[in-house]
C-alpha cells in the first residue's frame, strides 16, 4: 500500500540554525509534493508544491527538493525562527486524482 | 475575504447522539473535503465531494454522513454508529489547475462525546 513517512521524532533547533525536514514515500508515483504548516488546533496551510520534474523549489527561507529516484524530498528552513515552530506535513499527489495522501507530520521546535 | 469556515470551534455531545458540523466555502472551489485528525495519526480522509450532488466515501467514512446540495458547503453529520468520534475535524476545498492540487483548510471543530 502507498506510504509516506516523515520524521517521527520531534526536531528540536537553535534559532538561527537551518531545520531539515524528511519526507519519503513508497509505492506510489507522485505528480507533486507540497508542504503544509500547522499549528496546535488549526487547520493546515500550504507552504510550497514541487512537481516531479522539479528538482529544488525556493520561497523565503524555505527550501524544497525532490529526489523522484530516492523517492524523497527535503524542506529546509533557514535562519529559523522561533516562530517557525509548527507541525509541518507532507502532502503527495498525482494527475487529476483529488486525494492528496498525506504523512504524519514532523513537529519543529526552534528555541531561542 | 475568501476563505473556509466551520462552526462552532468546539462541540459537546451525550454519547448515541448525532451532530452536524458545518462547513462554508466562498473560494468558488469545486471540490470539499472532510478530514478527522487524532493525536499522532495525522490527516484521515473521511468523505470528499468533487461537484454538487456527488460525494465518495474516503479511508474511514464509517459512521459519517455528508451532503452537497450547494457548491458552498459540504456539513458533516457524525452519527450514533460512531464508535470513536471525539476527535479534530477539518474540512478543506480545492480547485484543480494544471492537475495541481492545493488544500485551503478551515480552522477546525473539536468534538467531545461525553
Known amino acids: 500500500s502507498q506510504k509516506i513517512e516523515q520524521n517521527s521524532e520531534a526536531l528540536n533547533i537553535q534559532e538561527g540554525k537551518t531545520a531539515t525536514l524528511t519526507c519519503n514515500y513508497t509505492?506510489?508515483?507522485?505528480?507533486?509534493l507540497q508542504w503544509y504548516r500547522q499549528d496546535p488546533g488549526r487547520g493546515p496551510v500550504f507552504l510550497l508544491l514541487i512537481r516531479e520534474n522539479e528538482k529544488e523549489k525556493r520561497k523565503e527561507r524555505l527550501k524544497v527538493t525532490f529526489d523522484t529516484t530516492l523517492k524523497q524530498s527535503l524542506f529546509h528552513i533557514t535562519a529559523s525562527q522561533p516562530a517557525d515552530s509548527a507541525t509541518y506535513l507532507c502532502?503527495?499527489?498525482?494527475?487529476?486524482?483529488?486525494?492528496?495522501?498525506w504523512g504524519l507530520g514532523t513537529s519543529l521546535a526552534v528555541n531561542p | 475575504d475568501g476563505g473556509i469556515t466551520q462552526s462552532p470551534k468546539y462541540l459537546f455531545r451525550k454519547e448515541g447522539q448525532n451532530v452536524t458540523l458545518s462547513c462554508e466555502q466562498n473560494l468558488n472551489h469545486d471540490a470539499m473535503y472532510w478530514y478527522r485528525q487524532d493525536p499522532g495519526q495525522g490527516l484521515r480522509l473521511i468523505y470528499y465531494?468533487?461537484?454538487?450532488?456527488?460525494?465518495q466515501k474516503g479511508d474511514i467514512a464509517e459512521g459519517y454522513s455528508v451532503s452537497r446540495e450547494k457548491k458552498e458547503s459540504f456539513p458533516l453529520t457524525v452519527t450514533s454508529a460512531q464508535k470513536n468520534p471525539t476527535a479534530f475535524y477539518l474540512c478543506?476545498?480545492?480547485?484543480?489547475?494544471?492537475?495541481?492540487?492545493?488544500?485551503?483548510f478551515g480552522p477546525g471543530t473539536g468534538l467531545l462525546v461525553l
Open positions: 509505492n506510489y508515483s507522485p505528480a507533486y
Open positions: 465531494s468533487q461537484i454538487v450532488n456527488d460525494f
Open positions: 478543506a476545498s480545492s480547485t484543480l489547475a494544471g492537475g495541481l492540487e492545493t488544500q485551503c
Open positions: 502532502a503527495l499527489g498525482a494527475g487529476n486524482n483529488r486525494k492528496l495522501i
